[in-house]
């Protein structure tokens, strides 16, 4: 079992930056993958980063160059800095893991194993 806390949202204004954290618990946080997704209001879940146990990472086109993922093994703790924020980010930001398979690296939300309870990002002026 992992559980999964996200933390770090809030409002920002266009062209700002924001760091999300989330911070796990429960297993062996260094096996898994990461994945960071959001969901906009009346949108499907959409896939923003992956790194994997290997700290390789994967972003989507959509926000490459603009938010890098990273990870803390011995805080049991990954990272999301996003910059260059604009209107179209705003969402509720997850942070999800997992320990074996492709849906970090294809981003697909619900093949992950665990996910946790998102935070909200706004961005707006």
């Known amino acids: 079992q992992l559980q999964l806390v996200e933390s770090g949202g809030g409002l920002v204004q266009p062209g700002g930056s924001l760091r999300l954290s989330c911070t796990a618990s429960g297993s062996t946080f260094n096996s898994y993958s990461l994945g960071w997704f959001r969901q906009a209001p009346g949108k499907e879940h959409e896939g923003v980063s992956c790194i994997n146990s290997g700290g390789s990472t994967h972003y989507p086109d959509s926000v490459k160059g603009r938010f890098t993922t990273s990870r803390d093994n011995a805080k049991n703790t990954v990272y999301l800095q996003m910059n260059s924020l604009e209107p179209e980010d705003t969402a509720v930001y997850y942070c999800?893991?997992?320990?074996?398979?492709?849906?970090?690296?294809?981003?697909?939300?619900?093949?992950?194993?665990?996910r946790g309870k998102g935070t909200l990002v706004t961005v707006s002026s």
């Open positions: 999800a893991a997992e320990l074996y398979g492709s849906s970090c690296m294809f981003m697909r939300y619900n093949g992950m194993d665990y």
